[in-house]
């Protein structure tokens, strides 16, 4: 809980464009790593959480990145339905 009068502090742009980064990275080497391991609900649920969180950035590389995610919780689901 926040002290009445403190003063939030906001990241600089560098350091949240990192962390978003990371998060991205992290969602998918984890998507990546449940589905090796046949947990594909788990690994759709990871990517559709990717997807959504990043989908409105407009960032050319982020796109592809959504777009990447797309493809493969695609190909999760159509493969799970086989």
Sequence with gaps: MRRQGAKVRSL???ATSALETKCRR???G???LLAERDRIAEAIATL???IDTFA???TPLIQQVVANARK???QLLEDRED
Excluded: G, N, V
Aim: net charge negative.
């Design 56 to 58: 409105t950035d407009d």
């Design 48 to 50: 559709t959480q990717l």
């Design 12 to 14: 600089p742009a560098s």
């Design 26 to 28: 992290s969602l998918a």
């Design 72 to 74: 493969a919780r695609d």
């Design 30 to 32: 984890k998507a990546a």
